[in-house]
Protein backbone atom coordinates (compact mmCIF):
# COMPACT_ATOMS: atom_id res chain seq x y z
CA UNK A 1 0.00 0.00 0.00
CA UNK A 2 1.09 3.46 -0.72
CA UNK A 3 -0.04 6.81 1.06
CA UNK A 4 0.74 10.01 0.56
CA UNK A 5 2.22 12.15 3.91
CA UNK A 6 -1.02 14.13 4.19
CA UNK A 7 -2.88 10.61 4.16
CA UNK A 8 -0.01 9.24 6.73
CA UNK A 9 -0.25 11.62 9.16
CA UNK A 10 -3.65 11.62 9.38
CA UNK A 11 -3.75 7.71 9.56
CA UNK A 12 -1.23 7.67 11.98
CA UNK A 13 -2.78 10.64 14.39
CA UNK A 14 -5.67 8.16 14.32
CA UNK A 15 -3.93 5.24 15.58
CA UNK A 16 -2.65 7.31 18.23
CA UNK A 17 -5.96 8.89 19.43
CA UNK A 18 -7.20 4.67 19.37
CA UNK A 19 -3.78 3.38 21.03
CA UNK A 20 -4.65 6.17 23.92
CA UNK A 21 -8.41 5.22 23.71
CA UNK A 22 -7.79 1.48 24.86
CA UNK A 23 -4.95 2.60 27.05
CA UNK A 24 -7.51 4.88 29.32
CA UNK A 25 -9.52 2.12 28.87
CA UNK A 26 -6.93 -0.17 30.43
CA UNK A 27 -5.73 -2.28 27.59
CA UNK A 28 -2.22 -2.33 25.84
CA UNK A 29 -2.77 -4.37 22.80
CA UNK A 30 0.67 -6.42 23.28
CA UNK A 31 1.25 -7.05 19.72
CA UNK A 32 0.71 -3.85 17.33
CA UNK A 33 2.25 -3.18 14.24
CA UNK A 34 1.01 -2.79 10.48
CA UNK A 35 0.24 -6.40 10.34
CA UNK A 36 -2.77 -5.72 12.92
CA UNK A 37 -4.35 -2.52 11.55
CA UNK A 38 -6.45 -2.87 8.76
CA UNK A 39 -7.19 -0.40 6.10
CA UNK A 40 -9.56 0.36 3.41
CA UNK A 41 -10.92 3.38 2.21
CA UNK A 42 -8.71 5.99 4.46
CA UNK A 43 -10.18 4.43 7.46
CA UNK A 44 -7.56 2.01 10.23
CA UNK A 45 -9.58 -1.05 11.68
CA UNK A 46 -7.22 -2.58 15.08
CA UNK A 47 -7.34 -6.34 15.21
CA UNK A 48 -6.14 -9.28 17.01
CA UNK A 49 -6.09 -8.60 20.68
CA UNK A 50 -5.61 -12.09 21.97
CA UNK A 51 -2.17 -10.32 23.30
CA UNK A 52 -4.24 -7.34 25.73
CA UNK A 53 -2.65 -6.61 28.80
CA UNK A 54 -3.76 -4.52 31.54
CA UNK A 55 -1.85 -1.30 32.31
CA UNK A 56 -2.65 -1.65 36.10
CA UNK A 57 -1.60 -5.11 37.25
CA UNK A 58 0.73 -6.15 34.55
CA UNK A 59 4.52 -5.04 35.44
CA UNK A 60 5.59 -5.30 32.06
CA UNK A 61 2.73 -3.32 30.90
CA UNK A 62 4.81 -0.14 30.17
CA UNK A 63 7.26 -1.24 28.36
CA UNK A 64 4.71 -3.95 26.06
CA UNK A 65 2.91 -0.19 25.10
CA UNK A 66 6.25 1.34 24.20
CA UNK A 67 7.19 -0.88 21.72
CA UNK A 68 3.83 -1.07 20.29
CA UNK A 69 4.00 2.47 20.07
CA UNK A 70 7.62 2.24 18.83
CA UNK A 71 6.57 0.03 16.19
CA UNK A 72 3.44 2.07 14.96
CA UNK A 73 6.20 5.47 14.54
CA UNK A 74 8.36 2.62 12.17
CA UNK A 75 5.92 1.78 10.29
CA UNK A 76 4.45 5.70 9.40
CA UNK A 77 8.44 6.80 9.22
CA UNK A 78 8.78 5.59 5.47
CA UNK A 79 5.72 7.39 4.61
CA UNK A 80 7.59 10.70 6.12
CA UNK A 81 5.48 10.96 9.81
CA UNK A 82 8.15 11.99 11.91
CA UNK A 83 7.92 11.07 15.67
CA UNK A 84 9.67 10.10 18.57
CA UNK A 85 8.06 6.69 19.44
CA UNK A 86 9.61 7.09 23.05
CA UNK A 87 8.23 10.28 23.77
CA UNK A 88 4.99 9.56 22.81
CA UNK A 89 4.49 6.57 24.45
CA UNK A 90 5.87 7.97 28.07
CA UNK A 91 3.36 10.99 27.68
CA UNK A 92 0.16 8.66 26.82
CA UNK A 93 0.46 6.71 29.78
CA UNK A 94 1.31 9.79 31.63
CA UNK A 95 -2.14 11.09 30.49
CA UNK A 96 -4.11 7.69 30.65
CA UNK A 97 -2.68 5.49 33.46
CA UNK A 98 -0.04 7.47 35.65
CA UNK A 99 -3.44 9.89 36.13
CA UNK A 100 -5.16 6.91 37.60
CA UNK A 101 -2.68 5.91 39.85
CA UNK A 102 -2.60 9.07 41.83
CA UNK A 103 -6.18 9.59 42.12
CA UNK A 104 -8.15 9.04 45.66
Same mark, same amino acid.
Given at each position: =???? +???? #? &???? *????? @? %?? =???? %??? *????? +?????????? @? &????????????SN??? #?? @?? $????? #?????? +??? %?? #??? %? $???????????? +? $??????
Amino acid at each position: =MELD +AAEA #R &TLFD *HLLWN @I %GL =MLAQ %GGV *HGDLS +AYNVLYWQGE @I &TLIDFPQVVDPQSNPDA #RS @IF $RRDVE #RVCQYF +ARY %GV #RAD %G $RRLANELWQQCV +A $RKETLP
